[in-house]
């Protein structure tokens, strides 16, 4: 008896082909689309000229289904909508703290793998599908994340969070592929999408940005407060915390001459504190809410390449565990603008060892150590 697989459909090329290739390996595909609520309005995920630039949106529905209507594969689309203002919630609310969010990890461990999958195995399926660039191998009983063999196109970074439950009924079709093979392969099968751009924003921010959604969603939020430099004097004021990230250098409402950086947020005091590129550079942080894949826990400190943002390269680090949930990161060399609420993502070359949340503070630790101000936790950690 064939297997029976369903494929999220985005839209995009990559999960057509992901679909065309499961169908050529002996699956019984079924085509799924995630409606997040209303279809966008106008002006939302749009480029002018009606081209998207995010997925989710009426063209990706109306292209997904004419995919799969010529893999001659059923299709049908879901409402997630309840969930899906879960998730926007999520994203306001992460700002609001301080934080900067990535909604992309939680759709991925609530949403695709989550309530999919559910609906999946309800209509009798064996695997959930989608066209993500990473592969699964599986070692010591454990299932295992690897980067995809196209790692300008890698995708393991934002499926870090998935349980070994989740992997043990996922499919990643596209795992040994490269984009432009996926491309080729599309315009040999006359798929519709073969040339569709990749989306590159979030599927649920407005042609504004997320600071308009921000407005809209919170517009009543008083988050006011000053801007400081790192030695605590008054530059001036911002409109609220909300609109900022660690990082930023546009649109911090001061000139001072030269190029300046935020380098923290503080909720609390609704203190933005800015700073040149060098007060950017971190070497230690904590990483909470910890998912662990290619071991089940780290006995002690251990070496690996830590990616701290999507297109971060990962860089080397010593990693020390503090308790059951928190380890303390040491980068061997700084980098910059290590932000909470991005992911850090623990890799031994290919291999995804695990990962978790960056928190500015650790229960039993400090906070975030900037460049020239770490303390030496090599000695510490050791005796942990």
């Known amino acids: 008896m064939r297997k029976k697989a369903v494929i999220a459909m985005s839209g995009g090329v990559d999960s057509s082909v992901a679909a065309l290739l499961l169908k050529e390996q002996g699956y019984d595909v079924v085509g799924l689309f995630m409606r997040m609520g209303s279809l966008p309005e106008a002006g939302v995920g749009h480029e002018p000229g009606g081209r998207s630039r995010s997925c989710c949106s009426l063209e990706d529905a109306h292209d997904a289904e004419r995919v799969a209507e010529s893999l001659d594969i059923p299709f049908y689309v879901l409402n997630f909508r309840d969930a899906f203002e879960g998730l926007i919630d999520y994203f306001c609310d992460e700002y ?20 999919l999958l559910i609906f999946a195995a309800g209509i009798g399926a064996d695997y959930l599908a989608t066209g993500h660039y990473v592969r699964i191998a ?8 690897k980067t995809g063999c196209d790692r300008g196109k890698d995708q393991s970074y934002v499926l870090f969070s998935l349980t070994q439950e989740q992997f043990s009924h996922a499919l990643f079709p596209l795992g040994d592929w490269t984009k432009e093979d996926v491309r080729k392969k599309a315009a040999e099968a006359g798929l519709r999408t073969g040339s569709k751009p990749d ?24 988050t006011a407060g000053p801007i400081l430099d790192t030695l605590g004097n008054v530059l001036g004021s911002h409109p609220g915390v909300q609109f900022f990230t660690i990082g930023q250098r546009r649109g911090l409402g001061i000139a001072m001459g030269e190029p300046y950086y935020v380098v923290d947020i503080d909720p609390a005091t609704r203190a933005v504190t800015v700073g040149r590129h060098e007060e950017t550079l971190v070497r230690e942080f904590f990483v909470t809410d910890l ?45 910059k603008a290590i932000t909470p609420g991005q992911a850090a993502v623990f890799y031994r070359g290919e291999l995804v060892l695990g990962g978790g949340w960056i928190d500015k503070k650790s229960p039993v630790g400090p906070a975030i150590h900037r460049q020239g101000h770490q303390v030496d936790v090599g000695k510490q950690a050791a005796h942990t």
């Not at 759709?107 to 309530?115: D, M």
């Not at 599986?138 to 994340?145: D, E, F, N, P, T």
């Not at 089940?296 to 020390?320: L, M, S």
Request: proline share 6%; charged share 30%.
């Open 138 to 145: 599986k070692s010591g009983g454990r299932y295992c994340l």
């Open 199 to 222: 989306s590159q924003e979030i599927c649920f921010v407005p042609s504004d940005g997320y600071r308009g959604l921000l407005r809209k969603r919170m517009g009543d939020a008083d």
């Open 291 to 335: 998912n662990w894949l290619a071991i089940k826990r780290p006995g002690g400190r251990f070496k690996a390449e830590v990616k701290i943002r999507y297109n971060h390269t990962p860089a080397a680090a010593t990693v020390y565990p503090v308790d059951e949930d928190t380890v303390r990161v040491l980068f061997d060399s700084a980098q």
């Open 96 to 115: 609001i703290r301080g934080r900067t969010p990535n909604p992309c990890i939680v759709c991925n461990q609530k949403l695709k793998f989550g309530k």
